[in-house]
């Protein structure tokens, strides 16, 4: 499973959008008969990327499409009216520029494309190009030779065709934005990843080739791609823990059959322990408390639905499996203590004085629980049962599971419950 899960994040979707590529270039879909039409391609791909890259603030993937973007640009309008040995300095400095900057990226958070700090890194790439146009000039040259400069014996490195400098950089950017795709999966660091491997493989077939346009403008769809995917992120799942979100849980009840289980739980005493350890240590519960929920057993699927509150959905599951599922759950929270470093607070003349002390420490949660049974009933008569349930749980003293009965279809909502465990 971890295996399945690891190739999923290393392969989706940049490597199926890459392989269709190339699979189009064998079959002969796509061949140099396309002439101006291929190389509009990229600018096209790369247009529409940048405003909507822009509309939905994504700077990093905005300053990744514009790098590649004019990089291509570069090569196909501005090589052709230049001498040989400028277009070899102009090759060479992309080759080495690019992938820095997409490793660079990988390391950014998004800050705004209009803000300070969108402005510094647009100066920054608008510096790079100046450096390369003087690169290209005569009394440059010996400079711009550092950018071909061998490491090893030249043929080692011919089966790329880029430089040395080149190589070496491009295999560290994809070496470090690897593994941090193995650590976690992020739609940007996956499209930076494989519009590294597209860009190469462009460099290599030749940047002014029908094959090379091709690739660039793959490049240019991954990380349009990741914008769009980021986007959806962002509005079906929750930032801190990395749970469904409450707009993805309410999608979900609309896809409920008629047998269904839901569960609502809560931290236990959640403001009392924000009071005591800090608002940090409170979200690191909370992330912990997720990071177990996302593992439930059962089919059972975990939602953020705001605050301290999580629900499960189990699709086709009764309420008495669900029970056994959600109840060691309950314990395996329980028994996951992590450590919280107690926060500062002020001395009695109002000098601030550091605790240092690291706590160990736990939570716990209260579940409750409510099924259809195949019922005819209102889902969101189900949630209120399940909400009644947790109300119930946390009245008999907390760190507890309640079943719920939930309301016949023609009878009213009044419910009895049943306590299958209290601890």
């Not at 070496?168 to 930076?192: K, M, N, W």
């Not at 593992?295 to 939602?303: E, F, P, Q």
Request: net charge positive.
């Amino acid at each position: 499973m971890k295996v399945a899960r690891l190739l999923y994040r290393l392969t989706v979707p940049g490597g199926i959008v890459l392989l269709l590529a190339f699979a189009l270039l064998r079959l002969g879909i796509v061949n140099g008969t396309e002439g101006r039409q291929i190389n509009l391609y990229p600018a096209v791909v790369f247009a529409a990327g940048l405003i909507l890259s822009a509309v939905f603030h994504r700077s990093r993937l905005f300053l990744a499409l514009l790098v590649v973007g004019v990089s291509h640009a570069a090569m196909v309008t501005i090589a052709p009216w230049i001498s040989p040995e400028a277009q070899r300095v102009l090759s060479n400095a992309i080759a080495f520029l690019v992938p820095l900057n997409l490793l660079a990226l990988s390391f950014l958070q998004d800050r705004g494309i209009i803000s300070p700090a969108g402005e510094r890194r647009l100066a920054c790439i608008g510096l790079q190009g100046v450096a390369v146009a003087l690169l290209m000039l005569p009394r440059f040259a010996a400079v711009a030779a550092l950018l071909s400069h061998l490491f090893v014996a030249r043929h080692f490195s011919d089966w790329s065709r880029v430089p040395q400098p080149a190589l070496v950089v491009f295999a560290l950017a994809a070496g470090v934005i690897s593994v941090s795709l193995a650590r976690r999966y992020q739609a940007a660091e996956s499209s930076l990843f494989w519009g590294l491997i597209s860009i190469f493989i462009a460099l290599r077939a030749g940047a002014t080739s029908y094959q090379g346009a091709l690739y660039f403008g793959v490049a240019g769809l991954l990380f349009t791609i990741a914008v769009l995917e980021t986007s959806h992120s962002m509005a079906f799942r929750d930032e801190l823990t990395r749970l469904p979100s409450r707009r993805a849980f309410n999608e979900a009840l609309l896809k409920l059959e008629n047998s269904y289980t839901i569960a609502m739980l809560d931290v236990d005493h959640f403001k009392r322990f924000n009071d005591t350890y800090g608002h940090a240590a409170g979200d690191q519960a909370l992330r912990l408390v997720a990071s177990r929920l996302a593992h439930v057993t059962g089919g059972g699927k975990a939602y953020r639905y705001g605050g301290e509150e999580f629900a499960v959905v189990f699709p086709g599951i009764p309420a008495e499996e669900a029970f056994t599922y959600l109840d060691r759950m309950r314990r395996l929270i329980e028994q996951s203590r992590f450590v919280v470093r107690a926060p500062d607070r002020r001395g009695p003349k109002g000098k601030k004085k550091s605790r240092h002390d690291k706590t160990e420490t736990n939570v716990t949660v209260s579940v409750g629980i409510a099924a259809s049974h195949g019922n005819q009933v209102a889902v969101d008569q189900i949630l209120r049962s399940a909400d009644q349930a947790l109300y119930k749980a946390k009245a008999k003293g907390r760190n507890c599971t309640v079943v719920a009965r939930p309301p016949k279809p023609k009878k009213s909502a009044d419910f009895s419950m049943r306590i299958l465990q209290v601890e």
